[in-house]
C-alpha cells in the first residue's frame, strides 16, 4: 500500500512542475532566471565609440598609438583570421578607458564620467572578491581602515543613503517580513543585532507596539 501511495505522490510533484510552465507570468508569479549571470565585461567593450569621443580626443589630443598597438606580427595566410588576430591586437584594453574615467586614471579627465555604469551593464565581474561572503557584516574596518578604497566604486552619497535608513524598513539586510521571526535570531545571537542596531532602537520600537520588552 506504501509503494502506491509514493507514486502517486511522485505524479502529484510531476504534475505540478508541469503545470507550472503554462501558468500566465505576472508581477508575482514568475518563472525563476535559471541561467549562469556572465562574468564576462564584454558589455562595455561594445560600447566605446570613436563618433562620441572624437572631440574630446582631437581637443586632448590623443594619438592613435596611445591606446592602440601597432607593433604585432600577423603572419597568416587566412584572411579571416587575420581579420580576428588584428582586431584582438588593435583593441587597447579596459586600461585606455580607466585612464581617462577613473578618478585615479593617469590622464583623468573631469568630463570624463567616472560611473561604472556608464559602460558596464553587468557589474557582477566588478565586485570585488571580499564583497562575496558576509561583507555587509564586515565592510565597517575596510571603510575606517582605507577609505579611498571604497570611493573608487562608490560615491560617499551611497554610503549615507545606507547608512540612514538602516533602522528602518527600507533596508538592504533583512526581508520585509523578517520582524514577525526576528525575535528568533534576536534571542540566538543578540550580539548579532547589535552589530548594527542600537539597542534604544529595539526599546522603542517593542515600546511602541505594546510588547513586551521581555
Not at 584572411?79 to 588576430?85: E, G, K, R, S, V
Not at 564620467?113 to 565597517?140: G, I, R, S, Y
Request: with cysteine; proline share 6%.
Amino acid at each position: 500500500m506504501t509503494r502506491p501511495l509514493k507514486l502517486l505522490g511522485l505524479l502529484l510533484v510531476l504534475s505540478a512542475g508541469a503545470c507550472r510552465q503554462y501558468l500566465p507570468s505576472n508581477q508575482y508569479l514568475q518563472r525563476r532566471d535559471t541561467a549562469p549571470v556572465t562574468q564576462s565585461t564584454a558589455d562595455a567593450r561594445h560600447k566605446f565609440s570613436h563618433a562620441r569621443h572624437a572631440k574630446v580626443l582631437d581637443t586632448a589630443p590623443v594619438a592613435c598609438g596611445e591606446c592602440h598597438r601597432f607593433d604585432v606580427l600577423i603572419d597568416t595566410s587566412s584572411a579571416d583570421l587575420a581579420q580576428a588576430l588584428s582586431g584582438q591586437a588593435l583593441y587597447p584594453g579596459s586600461a585606455a578607458c580607466h585612464a581617462c574615467h577613473r578618478p585615479d586614471g593617469a590622464a583623468h579627465m573631469e568630463q570624463a564620467p567616472p560611473e561604472c555604469t556608464t559602460c558596464h551593464d553587468n557589474l557582477l565581474p566588478l565586485l570585488p572578491e571580499n564583497h562575496q561572503v558576509a561583507w555587509l557584516k564586515v565592510h565597517a574596518t575596510a571603510a575606517t581602515t582605507n577609505p579611498g578604497n571604497c570611493e573608487s566604486c562608490h560615491r560617499q552619497a551611497y554610503c549615507i543613503d545606507c547608512h540612514s535608513r538602516r533602522d528602518t524598513v527600507q533596508t538592504v539586510y533583512h526581508e520585509r517580513n523578517f520582524r514577525f521571526f526576528h525575535s528568533v535570531q534576536a534571542r540566538a545571537n543578540p550580539m548579532q543585532c547589535g552589530s548594527c542596531h542600537r539597542q534604544d532602537f529595539c526599546i522603542n520600537c517593542h515600546t511602541e507596539g505594546k510588547v513586551n520588552g521581555d
